[in-house]
T-cell receptor, first 113, second 114 residues
Framework: DGGITQSPKYLFRKEGQNVTLSCEQN?????MYWYRQDPGQGLRLIYY???????QKGDIAEGYSVSREKKESFPLTVTSAQKNPTAFYLC????????????FGPGTRLTVT | EDKVVQSPLSLVVHEGDTVTLNCSYE??????LLWYKQEKKAPTFLFML????IEKKSGRLSSILDKKELFSILNITATQTGDSAIYLC??????????????FGKGTHLIIQP
């Protein structure tokens, strides 16, 4: 059963703590993406990766870090440097060069207090 | 400044009405424009448009792109309560050959009242 999974669904953290959001896909996709969605906003690109061990900053990368050690996994760390971390985070994947056909995970809602 | 602008931001209509959602864009190296439907969590892909004037249709939904005027519309006819969702427009731009991510508009929150 192919798909893209994110965990956890809901995450609560205290201000000043780093937190890592998981994203796994078994679709054999080369490219993976992280987006952030705030109320009344569209999705904004945080980081993306086209191949293993390589990733690029998106439009709002400050305060975030990623790794791509395996093709199937693209975890996102929200660091304490991110000023407004509370948001809904969506992970997506696609075949390289087929950006339009992105498959999205169910999302993680992060609340930082 | 916004590269992808959707309007209206919210819309409430009655079941059976026809709605038109708008998306204008301004990017350097346009490759495609995409429409997504987001109900609760993850957006689902609706249409990809690359050429002007060619209508894409799927059931009661249709969409068209105008590359000269830099906009697209998404039409939904005979709306149903199940059409209630946020409709996202996204643009793929860049030199091509790689997966660079998409630039999304803020979305149109469509509510269909019975």
């Amino acid at each position: 059963d192919g798909g893209i999974t994110q965990s956890p669904k809901y995450l609560f953290r205290k201000e000043g703590q780093n937190v890592t959001l998981s994203c796994e896909q078994n679709l054999n996709h080369d490219a993976m993406y992280w987006y952030r969605q705030d109320p009344g906003q569209g999705l904004r690109l945080i980081y993306y990766s086209q191949i293993v061990n390589d990733f690029q900053k998106g439009d709002i990368a400050e305060g975030y870090s990623v790794s791509r050690e395996k093709k199937e996994s693209f975890p996102l760390t929200v660091t304490s440097a991110q000023k407004n971390p509370t948001a809904f985070y969506l992970c997506a994947s696609s075949f390289s060069g087929v950006t339009y056909e992105q498959y999205f995970g169910p999302g993680t809602r992060l609340t930082v207090t | 400044e916004d590269k992808v602008v959707q309007s209206p931001l919210s819309l409430v209509v009655h079941e059976g009405d026809t709605v038109t959602l708008n998306c204008s864009y301004e990017v350097t190296n346009f490759r495609s424009l995409l429409w997504y439907k987001q109900e609760k969590k993850a957006p689902t892909f609706l249409f990809m448009l690359t050429s002007s004037g060619i209508e894409k249709k799927s059931g009661r939904l249709s969409s068209i792109l105008d590359k000269k005027e830099l906009f697209s519309i998404l039409n939904i006819t005979a709306t149903q309560t199940g059409d209630s969702a946020i409709y996202l427009c996204a643009v793929e731009d860049g030199p091509g050959g790689g997966a660079d991510g998409l630039t999304f508009g803020k979305g149109t929150h469509l509510i269909i009242q019975p």
